[in-house]
């Protein structure tokens, strides 16, 4: 029998919800080791210098603007799951341009392990800091697999309820 998450009552959408944000977090948890090696492997693409000496005036800001890239593309994913289809084009299109932007972002600004260098008395601003990184790239993997699971999970209703019509006229 198929349940539909349309017609499911609302505790069992909350439920659903819940066990795919618990999973999301689960995947993300187990990625993140291989997604630090693959930002390193990033970090050492070639740089534009214009770019990387402006980030390297305001290293501060360039940390903390790294952030609100980081968290525009989860914020740009969860947003697109209330668009309809007509709009996931755009959507689509604006998350790759902020993973750009993230990414050139990334590899421009000063690595953050600096921060204790650069600012003595900023202990544990920059543990913060550190912190917050490694945090802010768990919940973009987190927001990435709850999207790819409810996309799995949507494309298997939609499977299943292809599959009951066709058994349907013949019953």
């Known amino acids: 029998m198929h349940l539909s ?3 499911s009552s609302p505790h069992q959408r909350q439920c659903l ?5 618990l999973a999301s977090l689960a995947i993300a948890g187990i990625a993140l080791p291989f997604v630090w090696d693959f930002l390193a492997a990033i970090n050492s693409m070639p740089k534009m210098h214009w770019l990387q000496q402006m980030l390297e005036q305001m290293p501060a800001t360039s940390w903390l603007m790294m952030f609100v890239w980081g968290a525009a593309i989860p914020l740009v994913l969860l947003h697109s799951l209330q668009q309809t289809p ?3 084009l755009r959507t689509v299109v604006l998350m790759l341009v902020l993973m750009w932007i993230a990414i050139t972002w990334y590899v421009h600004m000063p690595a ?3 921060c204790s260098t650069l600012y003595d008395s900023w202990e544990w601003a920059c543990s913060v800091l550190q912190w917050g990184f490694s945090m802010s790239l768990l919940l973009a993997i987190a927001a990435y697999a709850f999207l790819m699971l409810g996309l799995v999970i949507s494309s298997l209703g939609q ?3 292809g599959m009951e019509d066709e058994k349907s006229p013949a019953a």
Not at 17 to 21: E, G, M, N, S, T
Request: glycine share 0%; no cysteine; charged share 20%.
């Open 17 to 21: 919800l819940r066990a795919l944000a």
């Open 5 to 7: 998450l349309l017609h």
């Open 112 to 114: 953050s392990n600096q």
């Open 86 to 88: 007509s709009h996931k």
């Open 159 to 161: 499977l299943s309820e």
